[in-house]
């Protein structure tokens, strides 16, 4: 039978691969946006006085400057944007995994019949919630970071089920409205009738992976005073 503490490690290791991965990614789209930047001042430098050109020569200039305008737009909106999304993606479901492993290990250290299979619904969290509520005496959904994993739970969902758009006169307008007051780097445009969201900041993501990896230790520490 695996210690509880097991999970911590792993916890942190997963922690750092995550971490890592963001920051390595971020700085990597803030050094091409660099020398998007520097490569147009040059051309920019180099063309002064264009007019004295042939219109050829001006022609080349525009087609050159709509390419970095592209190119920037490209890395500062679309890669920037797939890439968070996709990452809070990955928070949500290494946070699923070892919710799920925790609950393995905790049925065997309280020799339950019980298993988290048995509980329906189709959100892994909840059930892992639900099932180590049951087990234990602890009241799962009161430990500290919980409130922040339904928030980002709800922005991954709404990411990936519905590209990121909401009727901006439903109820889950209202909580994503809720969520961007509370939390720096996440937005959203609202356009024809929806609200799209929009994770302005790596900021956004660094928090989810803070909390979500928190809430876990927290959850270790919570069940390990169950078994005293």
Same mark, same amino acid.
């Given at each position: +039978? ?14 750092n ?5 963001l ?9 091409e946006?660099?020398? *998007? ?12 006085g ?12 525009? /087609?050159?400057?709509? @390419?970095? *305008?592209?190119?920037?737009?490209y ?7 797939n ?7 990955l928070? #949500? @479901?290494?946070?699923?995994? #070892? ?7 905790? /049925?065997?250290?309280?020799? @339950? ?7 329906k619904?189709? $959100? ?19 430990i &500290?970071?919980? $409130?922040?994993?339904n ?7 709404? +990411? ?10 439903? /109820? ?6 809720? *969520?961007v007051? /509370? ?6 445009? &609202? ?28 959850? *270790?520490d919570?069940?390990k &005073?169950d &078994?005293?």
């Amino acid at each position: +039978m695996l210690p509880l503490d097991i999970f911590k490690l792993i916890n942190a290791d997963e922690y750092n691969n995550l971490k890592n991965y963001l920051n390595s990614f971020e700085k990597f789209l803030q050094v091409e946006l660099n020398n *998007i930047d520097r490569e147009q001042e040059n051309l920019k430098n180099q063309n002064n006085g264009l007019l004295k050109f042939e219109n050829d020569v001006i022609e080349e200039y525009l /087609k050159q400057r709509e @390419s970095f *305008i592209q190119r920037k737009y490209y890395f500062e909106t679309i890669f920037t944007s797939n890439f968070r999304n996709t990452f809070l993606g990955l928070i #949500i @479901s290494a946070l699923e995994n #070892i919710l799920k492993d925790i609950c393995f290990q905790y /049925k065997i250290i309280k020799k @339950s019949s019980f298993d988290l299979n048995d509980l329906k619904g189709n $959100s892994d969290i909840e059930k892992a919630k639900t099932y180590l509520t049951k087990l234990s005496n602890k009241n799962i959904g009161k430990i &500290e970071k919980w $409130s922040e994993i339904n928030d980002f739970k709800f922005i991954r969902n709404k +990411m990936t089920h519905q590209n990121g758009k909401i009727y901006n006169k439903s /109820k889950e307008a209202t909580t994503l409205r809720t *969520i961007v007051a /509370k939390y720096e780097g996440i937005s959203f445009k &609202e356009q024809n009738n929806e609200l799209n969201i929009w994770i302005t900041s790596r900021v956004f993501c660094k928090k989810a992976l803070d909390d979500c990896f928190d809430f876990i230790n927290n959850l *270790i520490d919570a069940l390990k &005073e169950d &078994e005293l």
